[in-house]
T-cell receptor, first 111, second 113 residues
Framework: AQSVSQHNHHVILSEAASLELGCNYSYGGTVNLFWYVQYPGQHLQLLLKYFSGDPLVKGIKGFEAEFIKSKFSFNLRKPSVQWSDTAEYFCAVIKYYKLSFGAGTTVTVRA | NAGVTQTPKFQVLKTGQSMTLQCAQDMNHEYMSWYRQDPGMGLRLIHY???????DQGEVPNGYNVSRSTTEDFPLRLLSAAPSQTSVYFC????????????FGQGTRLTVV
């Protein structure tokens, strides 16, 4: 079955630590990839997206992600997290107009 | 701009009741969709529409109906609510293109007792 897999369910970090969240997808062919963030009590917001070109994409708030086609992966990174990065993070893939999400990773940053 | 507006924000239903979750967008987006969000399962696509008059089923369509009579509105109907439909529901819209982001409403938290 086609799916989007996120490796971690819950990540707990201290401020200034580095963050990496894994995402793998199983769709073949051309796909467009996204990372969305959901802060507590809020709706989803776009962090970054990859459609084509440079596989290293930069998003808002210091986040970046790397698309590795051979590994079907689109991992999210941030070199130094802040308490305000506490949120749930979703990887998503769009194929034939359907946007499919991973199960999400809850990130808790301790001050 | 209002973006994507969902109503109501909260709702409690009794098993067997019906109701409609409203979704409206003012961005002239062709594509609209409904998701439900459950802990540990991410967002699952219920129904989607690529334009007025056109709807299709997503991953978890059972128990839900949709229609798209206008570009702006995409209501989701629960025909006979069940406790398994307790969830947070999000409506989203985007341009009819693969290379575009989706904009989400604030969500509706539905509890079925």
């Amino acid at each position: 079955a086609q799916s989007v897999s996120q490796h971690n369910h819950h990540v707990i970090l201290s401020e200034a630590a580095s963050l990496e969240l894994g995402c793998n997808y199983s769709y073949g062919g051309t796909v467009n990839l996204f990372w969305y963030v959901q802060y507590p009590g809020q709706h989803l917001q776009l962090l970054l997206k990859y459609f084509s070109g440079d596989p290293l994409v930069k998003g808002i708030k210091g986040f970046e992600a790397e698309f590795i086609k051979s590994k079907f992966s689109f991992n999210l990174r941030k070199p130094s997290v802040q308490w305000s990065d506490t949120a749930e993070y979703f990887c998503a893939v769009i194929k034939y107009y359907k946007l499919s999400f991973g199960a999400g990773t809850t990130v808790t940053v301790r001050a | 701009n209002a973006g994507v507006t969902q109503t109501p924000k909260f709702q409690v239903l009794k098993t067997g009741q019906s109701m409609t979750l409203q979704c409206a967008q003012d961005m002239n987006h062709e594509y609209m969709s409904w998701y439900r969000q459950d802990p540990g399962m991410g967002l699952r696509l219920i129904h989607y529409s690529v334009g007025a008059g056109i709807t299709d089923q997503g991953e978890v369509p059972n128990g839900y109906n949709v229609s798209r009579s206008t570009t702006e509105d995409f209501p989701l109907r629960l025909l006979s609510a069940a406790p398994s439909q307790t969830s947070v529901y999000f409506c989203a819209s985007s341009r009819r293109s693969q290379d575009t982001e989706a904009f989400f409403g604030q969500g509706t938290r539905l509890t079925v007792v």
